[in-house]
């Protein structure tokens, strides 16, 4: 079946296009051996880290790539963004899993969460990308996964052209736990496929740091400046 498959979709490499790949991967051997790994993901004080500091207590928080521009890692996540392709995040999410449990720090991590979709984006792509990514993590190192415990309860227009200090206002209020019990007294892990500004997994993270007894990790795919 998987051959008639290949047939009719022919499966090549997202990011050189050979077609020489297994069937469950979706990168050739040549661009898994080059993926830009950031390599400090069992650091302390990493980038990402950095980028909470003075604004929301995490214990720990890293990711697992660099975002470059036309690379692979870009490739991978336009296809899970626009291009329909849960698949694409499947496999990311498998990446930053290996990463996370050989890193030993996210080892007491009681649960995650993918960060919630607003209903406009939800409607438009269908599924949200981080709970693609979630479940790939899910697949290679088994921590649960609760979906429902945190909603995005207000709609943002698009924040490209904001500022630092305007985003972080304009995302206020945008996020609540609507199921506290789901969550109380545990370590969460906020996954997300990206962070550059951390505005929206801080506002995410935030509203969950007010439920009592919770501690905070934040682990997204791939990291940008
Ligand atoms: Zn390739």
Known sequence: MDDLL???????????????????????????????????????????????????????????????????????????KYKSNQLA???????????????QRFDDIDVMIPLPLNEKKFFKRGYNQSLAIVNGINSVWQKPVIENAVERILFTETQT???????????????????PSLIENKHILLVDDVVTTGATLEACGTSILKIPGVKLSVATVAYTI
């Open 6 to 80: 290949h047939l009719f979709f022919p499966h090549v490499c997202i990011g050189c296009e050979s077609d020489v790949l297994d069937n469950e991967s979706l990168l050739c051997a040549e661009c898994m051996h080059h993926l830009p790994y950031t390599g400090f993901i069992a650091a302390k004080a990493n980038p990402v880290e950095k980028i909470f500091y003075g604004r929301m207590n995490v214990q720990h928080a890293a990711s697992a790539f660099y975002f470059n521009k036309e690379s692979v890692i870009q490739n991978l996540i336009v296809q899970l």
């Open 89 to 103: 995040g499947n496999f990311l999410g498998k990446l930053l899993g290996n990463e996370l449990m050989k890193s």
């Open 161 to 179: 052209h904001k500022g630092r200090i305007d985003r972080w206002q304009t995302m206020e209020g945008v996020f609540a736990v609507t199921q």
